[in-house]
């Protein structure tokens, strides 16, 4: 099953881990941006981190093969496809995502990153603060 996620919040995989090393500045990530102090490797970080929160998610109840990191799309939203072995692992019911859905349901993201629109600082998978959709699209 291949599966679509959307996001409101940062969540780029920059692929900046560790601890802030000024010596290793300046430094260019895979999608071309140049983090040249602190402040640049800190939101360099802190979108990193978010993926890590969302791919950690992802992996709770399966095991899952990426098809791409997250890139933002024309209306300033992420979005990437992941696809899984065993769909039933996050289907309760009749609802085939609803395991994944109530697993993201408020945990903690960083915001104030390169958000379109104010964010929440919590994942809200429904109701009107809602920041994160998934979507089964095979």
Known sequence: M???VITLFD???TGVTGHYRHEKLPMQLASGTVIRDHPGWLKARNQQRNWETISQLL????QIELNETPTRNDLGHWEFNFSVEN???YQLDDQPLKLLIDDCEKVPI???LDESQHCNDLIHTSGPE???WFQVIE
């Open 2 to 4: 291949k599966i679509k």
């Open 11 to 13: 969540c780029t995989a």
């Open 130 to 132: 809602q920041n994160i």
């Open 110 to 112: 960083v915001t104030g």
């Open 59 to 62: 992996q709770l109840r399966n």
């Open 87 to 89: 769909p039933m692992t």
